[in-house]
């Protein structure tokens, strides 16, 4: 992953969310120990102070927990938590965007619904 610098998003956010993505993608599971402030700042060539804040969103989003000494695990349910959480927010926005620029063009709903659909199907056949 490359972190955008330019972007809006503060980096601390992008790592959190790498970081859910990493564990939706199965690459850490219930109770597995993620990496480090320290190693994700030398992944990612950031302030380890930005690395911990973005694992410190996740602890307090009860997706990871901390072992006093240890580092940060993944919570049994922090899968559910982050599909969830995404659903609510992530895929929520994509809609309304998409909404709101499809009456921009005056799309209707049903053309909107092909779109979505045929990007479907060349996902799935790729």
Sequence with gaps: MILNTDGTKPIYVQIAEWLETEILSGSF????????????????????ATAAKGLNILADGDVLY??????MFVSNDARERILNKRKKHTLKKLVQDLVLEAERLNVSEEEVFDMIKNVKRNWEGT
């Excluded at 901390?66 to 580092?71: I, Q, S």
């Design 66 to 71: 901390k072992k006093r000494g240890l580092g």
């Design 29 to 48: 599971n219930s109770d597995q120990k993620v990496y480090s402030q320290y190693q994700l700042a030398e992944i990612f060539n950031i302030n380890p």
